[in-house]
């Protein structure tokens, strides 16, 4: 009672078992993740679920491009791929108003910036201590690969922040239009700081559950409780400690 894919072909007329058909409860979750959306966002939620396949778009439009055109850079089609997508996201999801373009500019600003910084580190170390033999099974420069994983990585904790602090910001200013200047970015400070930690620590969980398969692999195979972190967490940890360097910018 197994549901399979078939490849059928007509000509000798047989088919031909592909794979096991697994995809019964990834379906079903997706279908329970887009009603939930819709229902408590409603016209939000379908701006959302516009924006995340947009977004898919543009990541794969990016991979497709550089697997066609080798010679043309992946780190420059992800940068490409990265601004249009926050643009567009932060169109549909917030409409056009000043706080979209502030957040726009910082969204990029924190991104770009913390890129540039790990590029600069990198630099003046040699790369040493970032382990690219995990990398291994690639043809592809492992360092391109790596910066190309850390822009689009760091664009969604970065995005995050920059929006959650701006709608802050709107809303404190739509409530009381005499406020200060001074304690109205006192407040914006004080946001940004109660969310700071807690954005950080998502994307070290979120970029180490990753590998958390592999190193129970290494472990199980008798391997040092220190060679198993440095030989799975090492890109896992430089990618979150980047992308905490943006969210903090």
């Known amino acids: 009672h197994n549901k399979v894919l078939l490849h059928i072909n007509k000509h000798p007329n047989d088919a031909t078992i592909i ?20 229902w408590v966002g409603r016209k939000v939620g379908i701006q959302s679920i516009l924006s995340l396949i947009i977004n898919s778009g543009a990541i794969l439009g990016a991979i497709a491009i550089h697997n066609a055109v080798p ?19 932060l169109l549909l999801v917030t409409g056009w108003h000043w706080r979209t373009l502030i957040t726009v500019i910082s969204t990029l600003f924190g991104t770009f910036i913390c890129v540039g910084i790990a590029e600069l580190v990198i630099q003046a170390t040699g790369g040493s201590g970032i382990k690219y033999e995990t990398m291994d099974l ?6 391109e690969v790596f910066m190309a994983s850390v822009i689009v990585g760091t664009l969604g904790a970065v995005m995050d922040v920059a929006i959650t602090i701006a709608s802050g910001m709107y809303e404190i200013k739509e409530r009381t239009p005499a406020i200060d200047l001074k304690r109205w970015a006192l407040a914006g400070r004080h946001i940004g700081q109660d969310i700071m930690g807690t954005m950080t620590n998502i994307l070290l969980f979120s970029y180490l559950a990753g590998s958390l ?37």
């Open 19 to 38: 794979e096991k058909k697994r995809d019964t409860l990834v379906v079903a979750i997706t279908g329970i993740f887009l009603l939930i959306v819709l």
């Open 71 to 89: 010679s043309v850079s992946l780190f420059w089609l992800m940068s490409l791929a990265v601004i249009l997508a926050t643009v567009i996201t």
């Open 138 to 143: 690639l043809t592809l420069p492992p360092k």
């Open 213 to 249: 398969p592999m190193m129970l692999i290494y472990l199980r195979n008798a391997n040092t409780i220190t060679y198993t972190i440095s030989m799975n967490w090492s890109l896992e940890i430089a990618r979150a400690l980047i992308g905490g360097i943006g969210i903090v910018l």
